[in-house]
């Protein structure tokens, strides 16, 4: 935990109007649907512009509670976020909204600068408007990525300390994200809290992303394209656990506090891949080994990060957190969620998809 102030660690907060940006997505909607029944004394309003990544079926369970509501708009929109904050009187913000996938970020970084660090920017402004002179407390909670730190050898570990080198224009899009949140604690004295979080999989993730991809062209006997040579490490964590994290940081955390969140799953991409195809062939009763013969190497993302690896012990040993899922029993909870959700699944790939995967794909051999 990196602790920039020290005046109120540890006091509870429970905030009674949380204004979430992006959730709608991938943990948004993860997020949502912990916290809109586990805390039904808090209104949550959903601020989600619905680009490619939203999705408003994943929030179906919750669409009708009394404490919840959605608001469809743009983070760069300040006339919008003055009227929310008018309206709802937000005590908290918890801000998930980004464009999230590096190899976008690769095809196109003006998106993930015009979300990510202008859209935060916007935010802050409306929350520092909405907060000055207020009575009572408040927290901006910034939802970050191990990847602000940039890559790792084979030993180490990231800590909430280690000077930021981000690598990919997403990577330096949420670098900057975060750099204007504690600027704005600073210089306007706005509360705020980070939580930088390494890979997430589960439920309602888009497929673009190497696990619900993998799945889904095993399921579809597509090709699976590996990158290089597959030896690149990820630690992997359930978006479960991960909420579980952040539901304990905005309730405990001290204002100015940074928190690392990882699932201390590590594993090559390869051995992944591999460990994803044998469950899919496991549970769809297919002779074991079949779907491996599914995998392409194909050519490296440019700049590839090697490993990312997180310092998790302070939020452990500090808000009492630990992470549920091992990987194996989470990637098998995992695919079974998604042999059961193939109608979610087809329901977002159209033809933006296709598009997609041509153009991230196709180059490399794979159509
Ligand atoms: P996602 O891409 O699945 O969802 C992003 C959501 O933000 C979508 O609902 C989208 O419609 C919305 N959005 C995009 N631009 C917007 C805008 N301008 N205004 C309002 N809404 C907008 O992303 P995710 O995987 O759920 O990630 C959520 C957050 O967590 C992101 O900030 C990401 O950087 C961070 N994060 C993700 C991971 C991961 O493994 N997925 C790991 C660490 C950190
Ligand atoms: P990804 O899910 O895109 O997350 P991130 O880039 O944020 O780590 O990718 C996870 C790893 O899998 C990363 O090392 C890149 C690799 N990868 C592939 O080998 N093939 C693919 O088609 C994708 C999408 C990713």
């Keep these: 935990m990196r602790d920039d102030s020290s005046d109120d ?3 509870m907060f429970n905030p009674s109007s949380v204004l979430v ?5 991938f943990i948004g ?3 949502l649907l912990h916290a809109v029944r586990a805390h039904p004394q808090t209104r949550y309003v959903n601020l989600d ?24 708009g743009d983070i760069n929109d300040s006339d919008l976020l003055a009227r929310l904050f008018d309206e709802y009187g937000f005590d908290a913000v918890v801000h998930f909204a980004a464009e999230s996938h590096v190899d976008r970020s690769i095809l196109n970084p003006t998106a993930f600068v015009t979300t990510n660090v202008h859209g935060t920017l916007v935010l802050l402004q409306a929350a520092r408007e909405a907060w000055e002179g207020a009575d009572g407390p408040r927290r901006f909670h910034h939802v ?21 080198a981000p690598r990919s224009p997403y990577a330096a899009s949420k670098a900057a994200a975060d750099h204007l949140v504690r600027a704005f604690g600073t210089t306007y004295g706005l509360p705020w809290v980070i939580t930088n979080t390494s890979n997430n999989y589960g439920p309602y993730q888009f497929p673009e992303k190497l696990i619900p991809l993998v799945i889904r062209n095993a399921m579809t006997g597509a090709p699976i394209p590996v990158y290089g040579k597959g030896e690149n490490v990820r630690d992997w964590l359930h978006v479960e656990d991960h909420v579980d994290a952040l539901d304990r940081v905005l309730h405990q955390a001290g204002t100015r506090s940074t928190w690392l ?3 201390d799953q590590e594993i090559s991409n390869l051995e992944l891949v591999h460990m994803l195809l044998d469950e899919v062939d496991r549970a769809t009763d297919k002779e074991a080994g079949t779907s491996r013969n599914l995998v392409r190497f194909v050519t490296d993302r440019p700049g590839h990060d090697f490993r990312y690896a997180l310092d998790s012990s302070p939020i452990q040993k500090e808000l009492g957190w630990r992470p549920k899922h091992d990987l194996a029993s989470g990637i098998a909870a995992t695919v079974s969620w998604y042999l059961n959700n193939a109608a979610w699944m087809n329901a977002i790939l159209g033809g933006d998809y296709r598009d997609y995967y041509k153009m991230q794909y196709g180059s490399r051999g794979m159509n």
Excluded at 21 to 25: I, K, L, N, R
Excluded at 49 to 61: E, I, K, P, S, V
Excluded at 146 to 160: I, K, R
Aim: net charge negative; glycine share 16%.
């Design 49 to 72: 512009a619905l680009t490619y990544a939203g999705n408003l079926a994943n929030l179906a369970d919750i669409e009708g509670a009394p404490n919840y509501s959605f608001a469809h």
């Design 9 to 11: 660690v540890f006091k």
């Design 29 to 31: 909607s993860n997020y």
């Design 144 to 164: 970050s990525t191990d990847e602000v730190f940039g890559s790792l050898g084979s030993e180490g570990h990231f800590t909430a300390d280690t000077t930021y």
């Design 261 to 263: 969140i990882g699932g």
């Design 21 to 25: 940006t992006g959730g709608a997505g």
